[in-house]
């Protein structure tokens, strides 16, 4: 464990005092940039809160079962984004401030329900389930930026994106996300998950970029 936390460190913590000492449940959101594994296993012994990783369940159960084992290790939760409800429901009743954390740059599977705007120069539809749960939770949301040191050394830091989710407009906690992903893309381009198929889909004629598509 100690030996996680040297290899993959938080620049700067202090950030989070005033939401702990507040008990406010936050979002981390990020992107696989980097080792995003290590935050997974980290999460739950970097801060004082407690750490959830929300994810999508693995198509191959045996494959899922031993990830999921690889992760829950150190203490950090994982949850799945059909019981989450469930699982922040049970953080509240038990008053535990937690930290939900989310990766958001895979491509949605639906081009009509997405949020379409210019990213790295194209037209690029965007998964808005961070954006959704922060509203609907109040939860606020912070970016964090993951920095290769040397081979197997990592830091983070940590960005607050938006303290009053539920106070902005649709589409703009993702747009602020999008332009923070851009930004740790072009400063380390070779360590973004490329084959993520990024751009499979085409934006239909009926969407203008910036538009939040709900339905």
């Not at 997405?114 to 939860?139: M, S, V």
């Not at 983070?156 to 747009?175: A, M, S």
């Not at 332009?179 to 889909?201: G, M, V």
Request: charged share 30%; aromatic share 14%; glycine share 6%.
């Amino acid at each position: 464990k100690t030996n996680l936390i040297k290899r993959y460190y938080c620049q700067n913590k202090e950030v989070l005092d005033k939401y702990y000492k507040n008990k406010q449940s936050l979002i981390f959101v990020s992107s696989h940039h980097n080792n995003w594994e290590y935050m997974v296993l980290s999460l739950g012994m970097q801060f004082e809160f407690q750490g959830v990783g929300v994810g999508k369940r693995m198509s191959n159960k045996v494959f899922g079962d031993l990830m999921h084992k690889r992760r829950t290790r150190y203490g950090t939760e994982v949850c799945y984004s059909d019981n989450v409800k469930a699982l922040i429901e049970q953080k509240k009743q038990e008053k535990k401030p937690t930290i939900f954390m989310l990766l958001a740059d895979q491509s949605p599977n639906d081009k009509h329900k997405c949020y379409w705007t210019e990213f790295l120069n194209q037209d690029t539809p965007a998964i808005f389930g961070p954006e959704n749960l922060a509203k609907k939770e109040g939860f606020p949301v912070i970016y964090y930026r993951v920095s290769k040191i040397r081979r197997g050394y990592y830091s983070f830091e940590l960005i607050p994106l938006e303290d009053k989710p539920q106070e902005t407009q649709y589409g703009g906690i993702t747009l602020k996300y999008l332009n923070e992903l851009e930004k740790t893309i072009k400063q380390a381009p070779p360590y973004w998950l490329w084959s993520h198929k990024r751009w499979k889909h085409k934006r239909p004629e009926n969407i203008y970029q910036d538009k939040f598509i709900r339905k």
